[in-house]
């Protein structure tokens, strides 16, 4: 049993993970913005007014958190990038700090030439801050001093929607996760499941994975 700390669990992402961690039995926080809004996050969940943008919320936090999960959405390009460098920051000066796992964006994977999804000339420009926004929080963590484990994850580029959990899915690094057909497809239910099987079995520390059937 970890103690996991999911800030964003208000939001599509986190509020599946936490709903995995604990109906796996693992004491989960979910720290948010505004506590009132999350009445529909399950039995078990704690719930605290949490910022991962927050040197003092993230100390705080820590404090009795195995593992972080920061699952937040909805903001600028900043958002993430100041996520990352807080977190990064903050626990790095801990005598024994929590690990994190970082949702982050899927355009940061390679196509097959070798080139980022966000920089193809067709990529959605409405997409493009949020893209940039996680691309930065990766270089963060890939630049960051020892002292902080951490796992970045990505979900597929393109195909990626709430649905079934089905408990299955296939792992990769840098490169989507494609089937037979060349599709990468994934729902939050079983990204939530990835993110919680690497709490409980580590296998990517200090890098990053994506998942797909």
């Keep these: 049993m970890s103690d996991i700390v999911v800030f964003g669990a208000g939001g599509t992402a986190g509020s599946r993970i936490a ?3 604990v109906e796996r039995g693992h004491r989960v926080t979910a720290a948010v913005r505004r506590p009132e809004a999350t009445s529909y996050l399950p039995p078990g969940v ?5 910022d991962a943008t927050s ?17 937040i959405g909805g ?12 977190v990064v920051d903050t626990l790095r000066d801990l005598p024994d700090p929590p690990r994190v796992i970082h949702v982050g964006g899927g355009a940061t994977l390679l196509t097959p030439k070798g080139t980022r999804y966000l920089d193809e000339p067709d990529f959605p420009e409405e997409y493009r801050d949020s893209a940039e926004g996680q691309a930065d929080a990766l270089e ?8 902080v484990t951490w796992t970045y ?17 296939r792992t990769g ?18 990204l939530a499941v990835a ?19």
């Design 195 to 213: 993110i919680v099987d690497e709490i409980e079995n580590p296998r990517f520390g200090n890098a990053r994975f994506t998942a797909a059937y």
């Design 153 to 169: 994850v990505s979900p597929p580029p393109l195909e990626f929607h709430p649905g079934e959990r089905t408990g299955h899915y």
């Design 19 to 21: 709903a995995e961690a």
């Design 55 to 71: 040197a003092r919320s993230v100390r705080e936090l820590a404090e009795e958190a195995d593992v972080f999960v920061v699952a």
């Design 46 to 50: 704690r719930t605290v007014t949490g």
């Design 173 to 190: 690094t840098d490169h989507p996760v494609t089937d037979a057909q060349g599709r990468s497809v994934l729902t939050y239910e079983d």
């Design 140 to 147: 963060i963590y890939r630049s960051s001093a020892d002292g």
């Design 75 to 86: 903001g600028e390009r900043d958002l993430w990038r100041d996520a990352a460098r807080t």
